[in-house]
């Protein structure tokens, strides 16, 4: 007779139902791995772009650290730039709701930062400079080539850019007035 608990390990996992859940969760976790990669890839309508956005709300509520908040706003705003930009090259116009959501991730960035601590307040504001302005040149790029119904939707949006970077422009001078006064 063997001792108690040998062979427990073998016993254990010679159970139908423990080896079926484990297959089960194996499955699980590679099937939404690969899901979510062939999703970054994706625009609004295409199958798997709601898989693309739920990944980044699960990625924002799992991040604790503000700053890294603050830079997946940065992120997220780049993301819906280049969506709008890829899915007007592939002839489906101009999607209203991915300029909004581009240039609030934007808003979330001046607004979010102004809690962060002074060196990162002012790289982060920075870069949302640099990004605002490239988002500016892009819609104007954009507004150029597009046909006259849709330069109409593009205006209101490229007022808000031009806002946004003007707020940026401002905050970026009093981050450098106040780094001189101290």
């Known amino acids: 007779k063997g001792r108690v608990g040998e062979g427990a390990g073998v016993r254990l996992w010679s159970r139908p139902v423990l080896s079926r859940a484990a297959a089960f969760l194996l499955v699980f976790v590679l099937v939404g791995w690969g899901t979510a990669a062939v999703s970054s890839a994706t625009v609004p309508g295409d199958f798997f772009y709601p898989v693309k956005r739920l990944s980044e709300r699960v990625k924002f509520l799992l991040t604790i650290n503000d700053e890294d908040r603050v830079e ?11 969506e709008l930009v890829k899915k007007h090259a592939r002839g489906d ?8 959501t581009m240039l609030d991730e934007a808003r979330q960035v001046l607004e979010r930062s102004s809690q962060l601590p002074e060196e990162s307040r002012a790289l982060l504001i920075s870069r949302a400079g ?8 892009t819609l104007e790029g954009l507004h ?39």
């Open 72 to 82: 997946l706003h940065l992120t997220f705003s780049e993301r819906r730039l280049a």
């Open 144 to 182: 150029r080539e597009a046909q006259p119904d849709e330069r109409l939707c593009l205006e209101p949006y490229m007022d808000m850019c031009r806002r946004l970077c003007e707020q940026m422009r401002q905050t970026m001078q009093r981050e450098r007035s106040e780094e001189h006064t101290s």
């Open 130 to 137: 640099y990004l605002g302005e490239h988002q500016r040149t």
């Open 93 to 100: 116009g101009f999607d209203e709701e991915l300029l909004r």
